[in-house]
């Protein structure tokens, strides 16, 4: 079974940075695809920042040049860094992963969110 546990999330005030954590943890699997999607209250979940299978990023109109997304291929781990932060920055932000499991296929998993919360 493959998890991902994010990290990072808190209170900050306007202008400030935050930087986000993902960690996927199991066996026997590859990562073909890792992003962030946020969700505020009443709000449907969106996606802020993400690599797709061929590699490349790509980034919610509102965050670009604001927030970049990375990623450590050794350990796993995908990271965002927010900085300038906006009170409509607000919100849950849950990792993402487009995952290989060996034997079992395509799988697509979700972390259990991490609340960020920007004060004015």
């Known amino acids: 079974q493959v998890q991902l546990v994010e990290s990072g999330g808190g209170l900050v005030q306007a202008g400030g940075s935050l930087r986000l954590s993902c960690a996927a943890s199991g066996s026997d699997f590859v990562i073909n695809a890792m992003g962030w999607y946020r969700q505020a209250p009443g709000r449907q979940r969106e996606l802020v920042a993400g690599f797709t299978r061929g590699g490349h990023t790509n980034y919610a109109d509102s965050v670009k040049g604001r927030f970049t997304i990375s990623r450590d291929n050794a350990k796993n781990t995908e990271y965002l860094q927010m900085n300038n932060l906006k009170p409509e920055d607000t919100a849950v932000y849950y990792c993402?992963?487009?995952?290989?499991?060996?034997?079992?296929?395509?799988?697509?998993?979700w972390g259990q969110g991490t609340l960020v919360t920007i004060s004015s």
């Open positions: 993402n992963a487009d995952i290989s499991v060996y034997g079992v296929g395509y799988l697509e998993v």
